[in-house]
């Protein structure tokens, strides 16, 4: 590790690519650093998960100014101090990635709450490629905005039978998987 004392940090450019790609808490570290730090921080081959994004509105709403986080590059204006704020964390998409691959190789079904289901298409783009199964997805709650669009994105994925319904408030997830017939 390194340890390092500064009266006051300053903006820098700072490039996080190489030969493993960027680091998400390199890149959260970075920007929670550099939302007090005096100028502007500019970060290049930033990492894109969803947990960076979260991380920059929880910044913003405490009075940093953080924009790009989701892309490759994001910059950070220092402000003198932050204050206090409310902001309920996302869901973890690793957590429901593992019960939609534990319902794959059981051939069961699996409900997951409380889940972002864009944070899933990626997991379910992987399940599709992987074959020997038939996938069926249907999104509920906040999360499935419009019926149409996150069909067009999980059909984009190779989910080939997917539907969205809006029933209520809470965000439910639910997969079913069979063997796929020959």
Excluded at 65 to 76: C, D, E, H, L, N
Excluded at 116 to 139: K, N, Y
Excluded at 156 to 173: K, L, P, Q, T, Y
């Amino acid at each position: 590790y390194v340890e390092a004392r500064a009266k006051r940090l300053r903006g820098a450019r700072i490039y996080l690519g190489g030969a493993h790609g960027s680091s998400v808490l390199g890149t959260e570290h970075i920007m929670m650093a550099a939302a007090l730090a005096e100028g502007k921080t500019i970060i290049d081959c930033a990492a894109c998960e969803p947990e960076v994004e979260d991380v920059a509105q929880f910044l913003n709403r405490m009075g940093a100014t953080v924009t790009g986080a989701g892309t490759p590059r994001i910059t950070i204006t220092g402000v003198p101090n932050l204050c206090g704020a409310t902001h309920d964390i996302i869901p973890d998409r690793i957590e429901a990635g593992t019960f939609v691959f534990a319902a794959a190789m059981t051939g069961g079904d699996v409900v997951i709450e409380d889940v972002r289901p864009d944070h899933l298409f990626s997991v379910l783009d992987v399940l599709a490629r992987a074959g020997g199964t038939e996938i069926q997805v249907r999104f509920e709650g906040e999360a499935a905005a419009t019926e149409g669009r996150i069909r067009e994105v999980v059909a984009g994925c190779g989910v080939e039978d997917a539907s969205v319904v809006r029933i209520g408030r809470a965000d439910v997830f639910q997969l079913k998987i069979a063997p796929a017939t020959k």
